[in-house]
C-alpha cells in the first residue's frame, strides 16, 4: 500500500509534545463515518524544521505547481515598500485546493470564535494579481 502524503481535510490535532525541534503529533479524523481501519496519522518535524513571520506572500502559478514565496513587507516612506523573501514553497494544484479549504474552514472558525476580519482594499486581490499569480501584502 502506497503512503500517504495528505492530511484528511477533517483532521485534528490529539497530542503534541512541548514546542521544540522534533516535536511530534498525532492527528485523528473527525468525521463520524470515517473508516474505522485507516491508521493514526503520526506527524514529526525535521531538524531542520524552523518557524518564520511573514507578513506578505507572493503566489506564482504555472500549469504544473503553486509557488508561495512568503517574506516581510515594511515601508520607510510613502513613496517605497521593500518586500524580504524568507522561504519558498511549491506545492501541487491539488496541494493548493486542498490548503485553500483547510484555511477557509480555519478562517470561518476563527472568525467565529473571535469576530469578522476585515480587509484593506489591497488585501483583496485588486493588488498586482494577474494570469501568472499576485501578492497578498
Do not use: C
Request: no cysteine.
Amino acid at each position: 500500500m502506497a503512503a500517504r502524503n495528505f492530511l484528511p481535510a477533517t483532521a485534528t490535532v490529539v497530542h503534541r509534545s512541548i514546542p521544540r525541534r522534533g516535536a511530534d503529533f498525532y492527528v485523528k479524523k473527525e468525521h463520524p463515518m470515517a473508516d474505522q481501519n485507516e491508521p493514526t496519522i503520526r506527524v514529526s518535524e525535521s531538524e531542520d524544521y524552523n518557524d518564520l513571520y511573514s507578513n506578505s506572500v507572493q503566489i506564482k502559478m504555472s500549469v504544473w505547481d503553486f509557488h508561495l514565496v512568503f517574506g516581510t513587507m515594511s515601508s520607510a516612506s510613502p513613496e517605497e515598500v521593500s518586500f524580504t523573501s524568507k522561504q519558498g514553497i511549491y506545492l501541487s494544484p491539488q496541494q493548493a485546493k486542498a490548503l485553500f479549504n483547510i484555511l477557509g474552514q480555519n478562517l470561518a472558525q476563527y472568525e467565529a470564535t473571535f469576530g469578522e476580519l476585515k480587509l484593506e482594499p489591497s488585501y483583496q486581490g485588486g493588488n498586482g494579481t494577474g494570469p501568472n499569480g499576485g501578492s497578498i501584502n
